[in-house]
T-cell receptor
C-alpha cells in the first residue's frame, strides 16, 4: 500500500466513548500531522510530530491525545468529546518538518469523518 | 482578520473559460506559498507551489505579489474535471496557514 492511509474512514461516537484514529504513511517521511477540517473553515493544525517527537501542539483540548510510536504511525486518541468536535480529521506527512518554510509538500490521508452525538 | 482569506465562491464557470482566484495573507513574514486542490469528500492534494517570479504548469499559472500580500491562480481553458475547492496556503515559522478555500464549478 502506498501514500497515507487512515482508519476508520467514518466514526460515530457518544460523548462518553473512547476511540482512536490511526494514520500510517508509507512514504518514508519524517514529519506527521493531525489536522481538523470543519465545514467552510480552514484546516486547523492540531499536532506535529517530527522524528517521533511532538513539536507543535496548537492549544488543542486535552480530550485529544496524540501518540507517535514510530515515524510511520500516528494515532489520535479521543475521550469525552463534544458535539462541536464533529469534523473531518486529516493526517498528513512531509519529508521534513523544519523545511516547512521552504517548498515541502504535505501528503494527506483520506481522513476520518467523525460525528459526536 | 483571517490570516489567509479567500472568496468562498462558488464560482460557476462554463467549460473552456478562464477563471482567476485571489488569496490574501496577513503575515508578511510568510515565505512559502501553495495552491492545493480538494475534491468533494476527498483529501487536499498539492496543485502547485507559488514562486516569487510566478510559475506556470500547463493550464495553471500562479503569481505572488509580496507588496500587496496576495497570491493568484489562473486556470485557462477550464475542464469539467477542474471542479473542486482550491485552497490557498501560506507558510512560515514552521507552520502552514490555510485558507477556507474557493469552490469552483465548471459547467458543460
Amino acid at each position: 500500500e502506498t501514500g497515507v492511509t487512515q482508519t476508520p474512514r467514518h466514526l460515530v461516537m457518544g460523548m462518553t466513548n473512547k476511540k482512536s484514529l490511526k494514520c500510517e504513511q508509507h512514504l518514508g517521511h519524517n514529519a506527521m500531522y493531525w489536522y481538523k477540517q470543519s465545514a467552510k473553515k480552514p484546516l486547523e493544525l492540531m499536532f506535529v510530530y517530527s522524528l517521533e517527537e511532538r513539536v507543535e501542539n496548537n492549544s488543542v483540548p486535552s480530550r485529544f491525545s496524540p501518540e507517535c510510536p514510530n515515524s510511520s504511525h500516528l494515532f489520535l486518541h479521543l475521550h469525552t468529546l463534544q458535539p462541536e468536535d464533529s469534523a473531518l480529521y486529516l493526517c498528513a506527512s512531509s519529508q521534513e518538518w523544519l523545511a516547512l518554510s521552504s517548498y515541502n509538500e504535505q501528503f494527506f490521508g483520506p481522513g476520518t469523518r467523525l460525528t459526536v452525538l | 482578520r483571517k490570516e489567509v482569506e479567500q472568496d468562498p465562491g462558488p464560482f460557476n464557470v462554463p467549460e473552456g473559460a478562464t477563471v482567476a482566484f485571489n488569496c490574501t495573507y496577513s503575515n508578511s513574514a510568510s515565505q512559502s506559498f501553495f495552491w492545493y486542490r480538494q475534491d468533494c469528500r476527498k483529501e487536499p492534494k498539492l496543485l502547485m507551489s507559488v514562486y516569487s517570479s510566478g510559475n506556470e504548469d500547463g493550464r495553471f499559472t500562479a503569481q505572488l505579489n509580496r507588496a500587496s500580500q496576495y497570491i493568484s491562480l489562473l486556470i485557462r481553458d477550464s475542464k469539467l474535471s477542474d471542479s473542486a475547492t482550491y485552497l490557498c496556503v501560506a507558510g512560515g515559522g514552521y507552520q502552514l496557514i490555510w485558507g477556507a478555500g474557493t469552490k469552483l464549478i465548471i459547467k458543460p
